[in-house]
Every structure is written in structure tokens, then in C-alpha cells.
């Protein structure tokens, strides 16, 4: 049991070392508003759309909060400023920039320690290809439906600026909690995994269907099926069998676009319906959240397709 113990401390505590300094940092980031500055590299989008200028005040208080912005969204259709077509795409534009942000605040501090460069960065280049894929949907489509409007939002209020020692104050009190609940799920999922591993549970999974249909090892769908429930403890267990050899790149690929797949749709009817339909409406809500879902599971499908022609 000592050795087991050891093992699993070897390999995860370097892991969450990453993980804490990544999560503080990136806290120190946005408690200084560095982070707003990445706003400044995705502007020039509007130039090349017919999205209101209302859409662009949103857009940058969507940097620090998407609930935020979609409230001044509703706000300005509520006085008439805007139509049901601007505010569905200015709310799906409003949810790109969490793309970006989660790319600082989870796929490289928390993905890449635990699946490895290759795998956590082929996840991290998901996130960043579905933002992409979505932007351009929704240019293309402001160029087709929307006219033009130059109704305006009042322009958010600039953040106070802190010290640096303020910054590593407030982002070690709000991130140490986040960083515990990981860790605490990451030591748990990688033990349980360890031993499964050790007593030979997985071989009986040798005979489902799904894993021959997807051309993946039946070790992966113990993984395949947490990343539904939750996506951080099935990239917990993922990690461990990427290290081992148990499961190749392509087939750990695979497994995350497969567990996506599954985890979308539920993610959006438990977090996301509930908060759009409460800030937009019962249709309109519904209307954004499915378009948006819509072209998430597009992209990863089309991604799948591609790993499973080249597995």
C-alpha cells in the first residue's frame, strides 16, 4: 500500500505544483486587468461584421463576465436598442472570450500537466478551434441577417487598478480554494485508478462494443464515461493511462472528443439553459444556448472523424 501511495505522489505532485502555480498566476493576471488587454487582439473582428455597437461594449465586459454582458444585452432590447437576431448572436459572441480564458485559467495549468503536451495541447487547440469556428459563424451570419445598428451601450467603467502585492493577495484568497477541490479529485481519481490498474479490473471491460467502435483500447471507457459526469475526473483518470502506455495519443484524443460529445449537451441543459432563460427569455434562451451547443458538437464531430481516419 506505501509503494502504491508513493507512486501516486511521484506522479501527481509535480502535476499539481503546475497546477497552483498556474492558477495563482493567472489570478495575479486578472486581478491587475492584464487580462484585458487580450481584448485588443480580437477587436478588429467587429470591423468585419454587422454586430451593433452595442455588441462590442458587451464583448469587453464579457472579458471579466460573460453573465455581465448578456445582462446589458438584455438590458438594451428591453429599451428597444436591440432585435431578437442581434442579441442571439451578440450573446453567442458574448461566450467566446471564456474560450480564451479558460486557455490561462484551466487547459494550461490544469489539462496540460495531467494529459502530457500532446494530448493536453491537441484538448487546449479544441477550445481555441471551436472560438475560431464560432466567431466566423456568427460574422458570417451578422453579414446575412443583420442590417446594421447603431444603437449604443453606455462603456463599462474601467477597472481600479491594485498593487502587485494586492493582485497575489486576492488571487492566492480566491484560488486556493479551486486549487484544493482539484487537487483533492486529482489524488482521489489517480489512487482509484492506480489500483484498478494493479488488480486487473479493467480487463473486464474487454468485450463492449463501443470501445472496438471507436477503435480505443476498453480501458478508456472508464474515463470516457466520468469525462460525462465531469470532465476533470475523467481527465484525471485519462492521465495516468497516457503515462502508463495503456492508451495511445490518437486513442486519448478519441476518448476526450467522444467524452465531450456526450458532456455538451448535458452541460447545457443543467448550467447553461437555466442562466440564458433567466436573463434572455424562455425562447430566446433556448434558441442561443442550442445554436451555440449545435456548433460546439459540429466541430468536435468533425474533429473525431478526422482521429478515427487517422487511427
Known amino acids: 500500500m506505501i509503494d502504491l501511495l508513493i507512486e501516486v505522489l511521484d506522479f501527481a505532485l509535480p502535476v499539481l505544483a503546475m497546477i497552483f502555480v498556474g492558477l495563482v498566476g493567472t489570478g495575479i493576471l486578472v486581478e491587475l486587468g492584464l487580462m484585458q488587454k487580450f481584448s485588443r487582439l ?84 479544441v477550445f481555441i478551434v471551436t472560438a475560431v469556428v464560432k466567431i466566423l459563424v456568427i460574422a458570417v451570419a451578422s453579414k446575412l441577417f443583420l442590417k446594421g445598428n447603431s444603437c449604443r451601450a453606455p462603456e463599462p467603467q474601467a477597472r481600479k487598478k491594485v498593487s502587485l502585492r494586492t493582485a497575489v493577495y486576492r488571487a492566492f484568497r480566491k484560488e486556493f480554494r479551486a486549487f484544493l477541490r482539484i487537487a483533492g479529485v486529482y489524488l482521489f481519481a489517480t489512487t482509484i485508478v492506480f489500483i484498478l490498474q494493479e488488480q486487473g479490473v479493467f480487463e473486464v471491460f474487454s468485450v463492449l462494443p463501443l470501445a472496438e467502435l471507436f477503435k480505443i483500447p476498453a480501458v478508456s471507457i472508464v474515463p470516457l464515461t466520468s469525462y460525462v459526469a465531469s470532465p476533470i475526473l475523467g481527465i484525471s483518470l485519462l ?66 472523424l478526422l482521429l478515427l481516419s487517422a487511427a
Open 239 to 304: 492521465g495516468p493511462m497516457i503515462h502508463s502506455g495503456e492508451i495511445t495519443n490518437i486513442q486519448a484524443m478519441i476518448v476526450l472528443m467522444l467524452g465531450s460529445m456526450f458532456m455538451l449537451p448535458i452541460f447545457a441543459l443543467r448550467s447553461q439553459i437555466p442562466s440564458k432563460v433567466a436573463i434572455f427569455g424562455t425562447r430566446l434562451g433556448v434558441q442561443i444556448v442550442v445554436y451555440s451547443t449545435v456548433i460546439s458538437l459540429l466541430v468536435r464531430l468533425a474533429i473525431l
Open 42 to 125: 480580437v477587436s478588429p473582428i467587429f470591423a468585419y461584421t454587422n454586430l451593433p455597437d452595442t455588441c462590442a461594449s458587451a464583448f469587453l465586459v464579457s472579458i471579466g463576465s460573460t453573465v455581465a454582458a448578456n445582462s446589458m444585452l438584455s438590458q438594451a432590447k428591453k429599451e428597444n436598442c436591440l432585435e431578437d437576431r442581434e442579441v442571439l448572436l451578440c450573446s453567442m459572441m458574448n461566450a467566446t472570450p471564456a474560450y480564451f480564458r479558460e486557455l490561462f485559467t484551466y487547459q494550461i495549468p490544469v489539462v496540460l500537466p495531467a494529459l502530457g503536451f500532446v494530448v493536453g495541447g491537441f484538448y487546449s487547440l
